[in-house]
């Protein structure tokens, strides 16, 4: 089995516009899984929904998280065919929105439903927090973290994460910060990070599975 990124896009908007459109550099193939990861800033808003140019059908993989003045949701979709894709993010209203949709390809192919367990940590002030932390079923998993502050003017100084690799944000700008890890083994993953200063902070995790018959929505809730 084999789980590869295939590309990634990002939208940040600090005027607000309603909807947020992000297209993929290059083609979408058919059967991929597409992640589309967003931090609204404002406590507010919500997204009323995701489309995109494909005709594919997005589902949320984690329930809405609002931090301070800050709202984070996550959604997914498996490809149903290929081509030329623009993902838009429809919101209550106008607001300052960061996205980043990324396309990833699995040897196995997806389920219709990959998601296994998901997990979310929400801080009060800390310079270091503690990481939020998930298990999995299977031994090849695809974990995707998205972490961010109600402060949007904190970033993260460096990362601290267990056996996890920092997604090449394709605008380096952006505020909240994607991770990713591709498991070797079933079990317990950690994801956590360094900021200069304290700040109320949140990171949540999705581990998609790339095999029908694992478990799935084992879903856990963190609030330290």
Known sequence: MSITPTQAAVATLNSGADPVT???GSNVTSGNLIEVSICIQAATRTVDGVTDTLGNTYTASM???IVGTTTSYRF???SASSGANTVSVNLSGVSSTNVIITEWTSSTGWPANPVDAVSVTVSSTSAHPQATSLSTAQAEELIIAWQ???????LTSSI????TQD???PDSSIKPKHFYLVTSSSGAYQ???VTPASAIWWMDAVAY???ATASNNRRVIMVS
């Open 63 to 65: 329930p809405i998280q």
């Open 76 to 78: 997914y979709t498996v």
């Open 148 to 154: 961010g502050f109600s402060n949007t003017a904190q």
């Open 22 to 24: 992000v297209a993929f």
């Open 160 to 163: 601290d994460i267990s056996a």
């Open 209 to 211: 599975k790339n095999v």
């Open 167 to 169: 997604y090449p944000n």
């Open 191 to 193: 994801m956590g990070f």
